[in-house]
């Protein structure tokens, strides 16, 4: 598949960026390669790969959970901007953003 100019600066328009005639043209040969990869990447038989498999095997560290004492709640308030009572006070988002 080719890419003309103007079907490059339309896809520009769409994504609102600025394109100048010399850019178009330096793009329309980018684009043609990027859509060449993806027809090689299309011929490729992928019937017995799984959706999410990848290349390296993903794991996800953990650590064991630890009990722990919390902080004290002066200690956590001691810099809010704004404290009511023992809690952070946050400005109200529903009904016009009165507190």
């Known amino acids: 598949m080719s890419l003309s100019q103007e079907q490059v600066k339309h896809v520009a328009r769409l994504a609102r ?3 100048e005639s010399e850019d178009a ?13 993806m027809t090689q990447l299309n011929e490729l038989n992928t019937d017995d790969i ?5 290349v390296i095997p993903l794991t996800m560290p953990l650590r064991d959970d630890q ?8 200690e956590a ?6 404290r009511r009572d023992n809690m ?12």
């Open 17 to 19: 960026i600025r394109l």
């Open 25 to 37: 043209a330096r793009m329309t040969v980018h684009l043609d390669a990027v859509l060449e990869y």
């Open 50 to 54: 799984d959706p999410t498999m990848h």
């Open 67 to 74: 009990v722990r004492t919390s902080l004290p709640v002066e």
């Open 77 to 82: 308030l001691k810099n809010a901007p704004d």
């Open 88 to 99: 952070f006070g946050v400005p109200r988002i529903m009904d016009g953003g009165d507190r």
